[in-house]
């Protein structure tokens, strides 16, 4: 089965612009979860999608949003850029009942100029 | 405090030793615990997923859960220089999905 993907893997935009992630879950997973990385907070969870629904989200702002289609793809937007958006942003894939594994794919880079 | 607590590190032992990694957490409502591995410039890879207390095996690395104390455990026996790596610790919190993790300890390996 072939593992989940994320593009692009390296992105560099400007302050103020938006930009939009995709990720492919895992075949048969329904669950994508969002996180951010970053060398001072970690891991932090941003939301999670189930069948095209938003099932749960974490403590990030609204210009932090998401969606996932019927396929389970999913993608997530950052509007107006700020310098500290630049992190790894990570999907996490799952069949998606309660205490399913979750397995995440390379993640995006992205940097903010 | 944070819901999962993790010692940073970094971690630096020889080729061959017995690795010890830990974390703490807070509340005795999370039931699945999770060990990921990270290689630099890549995304956290599972390596153990056990639910409630008690010990998993798998290959050279084994999971402890002691749920009474709050207290998580992955040992590595026979450690090799690949499995230099940051190791996460996680939990799965009361929500069905959302993940808490550890701050992460770097571990390095020597040969």
Redesign the interface.
């Known amino acids: 089965k072939a593992g989940?993907t994320q593009t692009p893997r390296y992105l560099i935009k400007t302050r103020g612009q938006q930009v939009t992630l995709s990720c492919s879950p895992i075949s048969g997973h329904r669950?994508v979860?969002w996180?951010q990385q970053t060398p001072g907070q970690?891991?932090q969870?941003l939301f999670?999608y189930?069948s095209e629904t938003q099932?749960?989200k974490?403590n990030f702002p609204g210009r932090f949003s998401g969606r996932q289609f019927s396929n389970s793809r999913s993608e997530m937007n950052v509007s107006t850029l700020e310098l500290g958006d630049s992190a790894l942003y990570?999907c996490?894939s799952?069949p998606?009942?309660?205490?399913n594994?979750?397995?995440?794919?390379?993640?995006t880079?992205l940097t903010v100029l | 405090q944070k819901e999962v607590e993790q010692d940073p590190g970094p971690l630096s032992v020889p080729e061959g030793a017995i690795v010890s990694l830990n974390c703490t957490y807070s509340n005795s409502a999370f039931q699945y615990f999770m060990w990921y591995r990270q290689y630099s410039r890549k995304g956290p890879e599972l390596l153990m997923y056990t639910y409630s207390s008690g010990n998993k095996e798998d290959g050279r690395f084994t999971a402890q859960v002691d749920k009474s104390s709050k207290y998580i455990s992955l040992f590595i026996r026979d450690s090799q220089p690949s499995d230099s790596a940051t190791y996460l610790c996680a939990v799965l919190g009361s929500s069905a999905s959302k993940i808490i993790f550890g701050s992460g300890t770097r571990l390095s390996i020597r040969p």
């Not at chain 1, 998606?96 to 205490?99: L, M």
């Not at chain 1, 594994?101 to 993640?107: A, I, L, R, S, T």
């Open positions: 989940v669950s979860s996180y970690g891991l969870f999670e189930f099932r749960n974490g990570l996490a799952s998606g009942t309660r205490g594994e979750q397995f995440f794919g390379p993640g880079r």
